[in-house]
């Protein structure tokens, strides 16, 4: 059975760091482009950061970009997103996800994304 276990969130004051690791079992994804996504209270799930199954390939939202960093480690079935200058406005539940099918493109689009994670909480104080 196909599972993506996150880890890493938390509560951090604003200006703060987290990095959040989403682990694949079940297959491997080394093939496969991965997301992450957000939902705030009361708001519409987002996509944050995308990569392609090489790492070579990125899409960062415009609210994130140069604070926010995904990477992966296809030998280790895991991607990451590394999240710096947090804040307020960066609350929410985040989410990993795995495409629906082999692709080279990084992937925008929440339809595609076929497995996902249990989702982990990202609290930012200000």
């Given at each position: 059975q196909v599972q993506l276990v996150q880890s890493g969130g938390g509560l951090v004051q604003a200006g703060g760091s987290l990095r959040l690791s989403c682990a694949a079992s079940g297959r491997t994804f080394d093939s496969y482009a991965m997301g992450w996504f957000r939902q705030a209270p009361g708001k519409e799930r987002d996509i944050v950061?995308?990569?392609?199954?090489?790492?070579r390939s990125t899409y960062y939202a415009d609210s994130v970009k140069?604070?926010?960093?995904?990477?992966?480690?296809?030998?280790k079935n895991t991607v990451y997103l590394q999240m710096n200058n947090l804040g307020p406005e960066d609350t929410a539940v985040y989410y990993c996800a795995v495409d629906r099918r082999i692709s080279n493109v990084v992937v925008t689009d929440a339809s595609r994304y076929s497995y996902w994670g249990q989702g982990t909480q990202v609290t930012v104080s200000s």
């Open positions: 950061a995308a990569i392609n199954w090489n790492g140069g604070r926010f960093t995904t990477s992966r480690d296809n030998a």
